[in-house]
């Protein structure tokens, strides 16, 4: 037999019997099997089933909820769904609801309307923020109830129709406002032909080719009452067209840097459609102020362009009123991918012939960049773009520098582009080539925005005033 042990060592006192025995007391513990299923009873103090778990809840959405937590962990922890979405649990995996707008596994994706889409609903300038589409207008409009669609606040509104390198035709500043050279309009010293650059005449006809045969703005047709209001039209001392340019606002001009050299004393005149009679919106105005960009490269008509101040403000009317400034990102995502342009002036309708005495229109399709560079025997510099035809003898011509370039976009337009230089006119193979206006958006502003007296500016009366600034050059991409 085996030895009996004493019963001290088999049994201990009461109080160490509890510590080493003790169990907590069960939930519901009297008669628990009649009573509703307890979740603490059921599944916290010992493992449980589904359908243990099911008599507790009741509801299969419930325990199902709960199920898949208790089952697996918790899914949703970290927050998985973005975009404010809701995440539920399941059996190794989750799901996630998402708030409007977005969709994907984790709410990542946005089906907004945004920019790239229909311009994200907006009427004129549209911008992404946060994953928002935020729109805003042009000066003279303001947002709409919808905040989408654009009203404007004034009875003529900035784009709405109201009912060789020959040169399409030079002041300067530099990237603050401070910095310009200015120039008295009443005397700009010699007067410089509006045919040479770099040296050649392009005026003359390649070899073999007849110019008389090109029939150009080139092309185009007459701008009917009311759409054209913007063209503005530089008149020299013996009263003839030499450049053009677009109405910005009630005291600015657009128009190019070249143009600034080839009259002693000019004027602006705006409402012209027909230069041999009156219609009664033909308005002349004195020029106060030029300003031409202080990096303006005469032998590349590099940096192209100029901002004239006039000493009175153009009183807007039928056939006058200003374009629109657009902004800068909007316009080089949406103007400047448009199919076409349209460009007008009282230039050349061919090559050698005489300036057109009616104000010719022309829609004028943008060209790739890289068939644009391909296409010239000249530097085609970050600041300009190409339009045109490479086959049809329509074209912008002499006499028509420092014109609009404008494009449309839901019946409102943008300025886009200056009249710069070409290649001769309509030549086949060749294309315009327009100052690119987006580039200089800022500067701009900024020169519409300096009160003439603030920059030292000299009536055309007085001895004329030039002041440089020189501005860093700063990088370019690859030409």
């Known amino acids: 037999m085996g030895r009996v042990a004493p019963a001290g060592a088999v049994f201990l006192p009461r109080d160490q019997a509890h510590r080493v025995l003790q169990r907590a007391r069960r939930a519901n513990s009297f008669l628990e099997e009649m009573k509703q299923g307890n979740l603490e009873r059921e599944c916290r103090e010992e493992a449980c089933s589904y359908e243990e778990a099911r008599e507790v809840f009741e509801d299969k959405e419930q325990t199902d909820e709960f199920w898949s937590i208790y089952k697996d962990g918790d899914q949703c922890e970290g927050c998985p769904c973005l975009n404010q979405g809701r995440c539920k649990d399941g059996l190794g995996d989750y799901t996630c609801t998402c708030a409007e707008g977005f969709e994907g596994k984790n709410c990542e994706f946005s089906t907004r309307e945004l920019c790239s889409l229909d311009n994200g609903g907006c009427d004129q300038f549209c911008r992404e923020e946060r994953g928002e589409v935020r729109c805003s207008c042009a000066r003279g409009y303001v947002l709409g109830d919808d905040r989408k669609?654009?009203?404007?606040?004034?009875?003529?509104?900035?784009?709405?129709?109201?009912?060789?390198?020959?040169?399409?035709?030079?002041?300067?500043?530099?990237?603050?406002?401070?910095?310009?050279?200015?120039?008295?309009?009443?005397?700009?010293?010699?007067?410089?032909?509006?045919?040479?650059?770099?040296?050649?005449?392009?005026?003359?006809?390649?070899?073999?080719?007849?110019?008389?045969?090109?029939?150009?703005?080139?092309?185009?047709r007459d701008c009917a009452e009311g759409e054209c209001p913007w063209q503005a039209l530089l008149v020299n001392e013996e009263n003839e067209g030499f450049c053009g340019g677009t109405i910005l606002s009630e005291f600015y001009i657009l128009t190019a840097a070249h143009c600034l050299h080839q009259a002693k004393r000019f004027t602006v005149r705006v409402g012209d459609r027909n230069m041999e009679q009156e219609e009664g919106n033909e308005m002349a105005h004195e020029v106060e102020m030029t300003v031409k960009h202080s990096r303006f490269v005469k032998e590349?008509?590099?940096?192209?362009?100029?901002?004239?101040?006039?000493?009175?403000?153009?009183?807007?009317?039928?056939?006058?009123?200003?374009?629109?400034?657009?902004?800068?990102?909007?316009?080089?995502?949406?103007?400047?991918?448009?199919?076409?342009?349209?460009v007008s002036g009282f230039g050349r309708t061919h090559e050698k012939g005489r300036l057109s005495s009616t104000l010719k229109m022309l829609e004028v399709p943008y060209v790739d960049r890289n068939t644009c560079k391909l296409s010239s025997s000249f530097s085609i510099t970050p600041n300009m773009f190409c339009a045109g035809y490479d086959a049809q003898p329509e074209d912008a011509c002499q006499g028509d520098s420092g014109g609009p370039h404008v494009t449309r976009f839901k019946d409102t337009y943008y300025v886009t582009g200056i009249v710069s230089w070409g290649e001769g006119c309509a030549r086949k193979g060749k294309f315009g080539v327009y100052t690119k206006v987006s580039n200089f958006l800022k500067w701009i502003d900024k020169i519409m925005k300096t009160r003439a007296g603030a920059v030292g500016s000299r009536s055309p009366t007085e001895a004329p005033a030039t002041r440089t600034v020189p501005t860093p050059l700063p990088p370019h991409a690859g030409l």
Not at 174 to 203: I, K, M, V, Y
Request: glycine fraction near 10%; aromatic fraction near 6%; include cysteine.
């Open 149 to 220: 669609s654009c009203v404007s606040t004034e009875p003529f509104p900035c784009g709405k129709f109201t009912q060789g390198r020959s040169r399409r035709s030079i002041i300067h500043i530099g990237e603050d406002a401070s910095e310009l050279e200015q120039h008295d309009p009443g005397d700009l010293g010699p007067t410089e032909s509006s045919f040479h650059l770099l040296g050649l005449n392009r005026t003359e006809s390649n070899s073999g080719e007849d110019g008389s045969q090109l029939v150009r703005i080139v092309g185009g």
């Open 300 to 342: 590349t008509y590099d940096f192209d362009i100029a901002v004239l101040r006039l000493k009175t403000p153009i009183q807007f009317r039928r056939n006058v009123a200003p374009a629109c400034l657009p902004e800068k990102d909007w316009a080089e995502a949406t103007l400047l991918t448009q199919k076409t342009g349209v």
